[in-house]
């Protein structure tokens, strides 16, 4: 796995902030975004995709795609489709996403300690009813919040470190309340050997969003005890109600 490059300090993180959730709602907004998911089609076992035979005959703005995972009985691949639609219900439905205001206080450096090998830990998904798919985690990161010791596992995205997380705010009543499953929150490497992690960039994963994603959940070890006040809360649509995907 190459290593991205360590990212140089910002001079106005809460301008840098802003520019974030700015391009967070371009991207969950976007024809191909979190919203517009309509439809994940997985096919029968064996048998490849064409989406260029799916799209035919769908409403100009729709958008298909190809979607990989693993059977969790045979290990074996399985391949399907996704379905975006620009009209969809809940692009059209959706207001805005929750946020804390800006907080310093919640920007932490943390240590990584690389593992060497593909390390895979089982990590249960939202929609497969307990079971549970290996990610690889490329080591540990060590983090001290509060006083409490935690060594997270952290996932490999495509070269970048996805935390999944969880905190009592999530699913609780009231303004702090957050999203019911968790939240993700991109690792930053700043250097040889260590991490950052802004919570006020985490945010509410694609399952929250759209019905038709499979999000991994927090395990044991990333369950934080203390209310992370900061980052993306929950979705809302128009008329005031809030995702409970």
Known sequence: MSHPTPVPPVSDPAGAWKEW????????????????????RWLPAGERPDPAAARAGLPDGDTVTTVERTDLVTGAPEYGLRFWSADAPALRAYERTEVFPYDPDWVFDATFTPVPGARRIPFEHIRDNGGTRDLVVPG????????????????????????????????????????????????????????????NRAFVPPCGYSDQYNCPMPPRQNRLHLPVTAGEKRVVSRGGATATH
Not at 30 to 35: A, E, H, I, K, V
Request: glycine share 14%.
């Open 140 to 199: 540990d990161i060590a983090l001290t919040l509060d006083g409490r010791e935690y060594t997270l596992s952290a996932f490999d995205d495509d070269g970048t470190l996805l935390l999944v997380f969880g905190d009592p705010t999530n699913g609780a009543p009231g303004d702090d309340g957050t999203y019911g499953a968790g939240r993700f929150l991109f690792v930053t490497r700043t250097g040889d050997g260590s991490v950052r992690l802004d919570f």
């Open 21 to 40: 959730r700015a391009e967070r709602h371009r991207a969950v907004t976007s024809p191909t975004g979190n919203l517009a998911l309509v439809e994940t």
